[in-house]
């Protein structure tokens, strides 16, 4: 089993806990255990009670959700440094989604009675994830405007900002490059169209300029990204 990583820094890189003091972040590490999933393992499932969350740490991890019709609808790829079942963990509420493990993956689980005792009795701990769970709200609001409001090469071109601002944060340099993980096939279902129409965007992202591919890493422009991404802006 590996040895639990000890580094504020490591912590506070996961959302959840960035406003958390030294003091509590050290508590929060007692309640984790860490664990492996190999590629292929549904982890949970939509309907599962929530007993515990999952802070990654290698790997990805899929969430997604199967219609009536027997079609998946993917939702999120959650890679190291991002959060999972929090949600399900605090409100008490069954699991919205399934989740697997699309690669072999590694990350460290919470239980959800450690976690709530912990927060209970640390109100500026409750403070702060309270201001992180009006963050994913917007997010998430931001990722269905996407979806519903914009044509598809702005929906890619948001795609691939959003996914540059969780390793550089807001403040983008002039040109970044970006390793994509994630299939044209993934990326359709996270954006809501099929793989031909986001080859096809992508190739027409490189056409007008804003990215330019080198096997799996792109060479991104934030200007022409950004433009891109908010037509209506020029």
Same mark, same amino acid.
């Given at each position: ?14 959302p ?12 929060? %590490? ?5 664990r492996?999933?190999? *590629?292929? !393992? /549904?982890?949970?499932q939509?309907?599962d009670? &929530? ?10 991890i899929k969430?997604s959700l ?6 998946e ?5 959650l890679?190291p ?8 963990? %605090?409100d008490?509420e069954?699991?919205s989604a399934?989740a *697997?493990? !699309? /690669? ?6 919470? &239980? ?5 005792n912990f ?12 201001r ?5 709200l917007?997010e998430t609001t931001?990722?269905l405007?996407?979806?519903?409001l ?12 959003? !996914?540059?601002k969780?390793?550089h ?13 994630l ?5 359709a279902g ?6 031909p129409?986001i ?12 990215i ?23």
């Amino acid at each position: 089993m590996a040895e639990i990583n000890k580094s504020p820094a490591f912590w506070r890189s996961f959302p959840i806990f960035e406003e958390f003091s030294k003091e509590l972040i050290e508590e929060a %590490i007692g309640l984790a255990q860490w664990r492996r999933w190999p *590629a292929g !393992t /549904v982890i949970f499932q939509r309907g599962d009670e &929530g007993n515990y969350m999952i802070l990654v740490t290698e790997g990805r991890i899929k969430l997604s959700l199967i219609t009536s019709q027997g079609k998946e609808l993917s939702l999120r790829h959650l890679e190291p440094g991002t959060l999972l079942g929090e949600m399900a963990v %605090i409100d008490g509420e069954p699991r919205s989604a399934d989740a *697997a493990a !699309t /690669v072999a993956t590694e990350g460290y689980v919470i &239980g959800k009675t450690e976690f709530m005792n912990f927060i209970t009795r640390n109100p500026e701990a409750a403070e702060a994830v309270m201001r992180y769970l009006c963050r994913r709200l917007r997010e998430t609001t931001d990722q269905l405007e996407t979806i519903a409001l914009y044509d598809l090469d702005s929906r890619v071109a948001r795609f691939f900002l959003a !996914t540059l601002k969780q390793i550089h944060g807001d403040d983008l340099p002039d040109e970044a490059s970006l390793h994509i993980a994630l299939s044209q096939t993934e990326i359709a279902g996270i954006l809501g169209a099929s793989r031909p129409k986001i080859n096809r965007s992508i190739l027409s992202l490189e056409e007008q300029g804003a990215i330019k591919r080198k096997g799996n890493v792109i060479d991104c422009n934030i200007r022409r990204l950004t433009a891109l991404a908010e037509p209506d802006d020029e």
